[in-house]
């Protein structure tokens, strides 16, 4: 994926519609924008407002990367092109800029929490899973190895003998 990503970078910075960039997440002093930004494993891509940036899903060939770019690397509706928006988009910007900064910093707290409280869910509860897994494949386990133990093999054997034609041993 490299190459392409260099590929991209080359097409696409100068350009005054996008910018294709990379930070280099293992390095401490970029750590703090890596955390900031929601980046958990490598390479993550990430897309749009360099305030509030979004996943990219989509795939990492030079192709799927350009074409994505193509489509979505442009002025996009916000603070600085509210001419690109919706009405309804344009009342909750200028809803956001009439708040004072306590007010915002308040209400970004909120939601903020509200996502660490998602993923703390998240983790919890996939922890339970994983424990409800490690019970059911012990129970499993054991079963398989007491009806092992009781014979289901010479069953087996058994069968087999009888199918074949043979009652007598």
């Known amino acids: ?69 193509k489509a979505n690397l442009k002025p996009t509706c916000g603070l600085n092109n509210m001419d690109l928006c919706d009405d309804e988009k344009k009342a909750k910007i200028e809803s956001l800029l009439a708040m004072s900064k306590d007010d915002l910093q308040k209400a970004i707290s909120t939601e903020s929490q509200k996502i660490n409280d998602a993923e703390e869910t998240f983790k919890t509860e996939v922890q339970k899973l994983q424990e409800k897994y490690q019970e059911l494949m012990k129970a499993k386990e054991a079963t398989e190895a007491e009806v092992k133990a009781g014979g289901l093999g010479l069953m087996k054997a058994v069968m087999a003998k009888k199918v074949s034609g043979g009652d007598e041993l």
Do not use: H, I
Request: contains cysteine.
């Open 1 to 69: 994926m490299a190459s392409d990503w260099e590929k991209l970078a080359e097409e696409w910075n100068g350009n005054d519609t996008g910018f294709v960039g990379e930070v280099d997440c293992t390095d401490e002093a970029a750590k703090p924008l890596c955390n900031e930004n929601g980046v958990k494993g490598f390479p993550t891509l990430k897309y749009g407002d360099p305030t509030a940036l979004d996943d990219y899903q989509g795939g990492r060939s030079y192709n799927d990367l350009s074409s994505f770019a």
